[in-house]
């Protein structure tokens, strides 16, 4: 699975960016999908997770109720809508993936497929 995000940028705080996420499986649909983050100098965390269908999603609490994720698997994309946006949400946002069938809870802890990365700002 090759994945290619897009959407990063610079933003002021209390803005909105919406990143997407394109996705080479010939069988997307059968995928959990996910969104990480890395920012200076800290660790790599989870951001946002969705079930193979869209029917279930996941979210870390600092982002819960300002970010959205959603996928479209006609199109073999996922989408990470960030509204509210904080200074400290700048990072590099990966794009993740699981392998096929594994439950969304892998994504969550340790996808199988990671995306090259898009860098948001927020400035305040």
């Known amino acids: 699975v090759q994945l290619q995000a897009c959407g990063g940028g610079l933003v002021q705080a209390g803005g909105s960016l919406r990143l997407s996420c394109a996705a080479s499986a010939r069988t997307f649909s059968d995928h959990a999908m996910g969104w990480f983050r890395q920012a200076p100098g800290k660790e790599r965390e989870f951001v946002a997770a969705?079930?193979?269908?869209?029917?279930?999603?996941y979210y870390a609490d600092s982002v819960r109720g300002r970010f959205t994720i959603t996928r479209d698997n006609a199109k073999n994309t996922v989408q990470l809508q960030m509204n509210s946006l904080m200074s400290e949400d700048t990072a590099v946002y990966y794009c993740?993936?699981?392998?096929?069938?594994?439950?969304?809870?892998?994504?969550?802890?340790?996808?199988?497929?990671w995306g090259q990365g898009t860098l948001v700002t927020v400035s305040s």
């Open positions: 969705i079930s193979w269908s869209g029917g279930s999603t």
């Open positions: 993740t993936a699981g392998r096929s069938s594994d439950p969304i809870i892998a994504v969550m802890r340790q996808p199988r497929y």
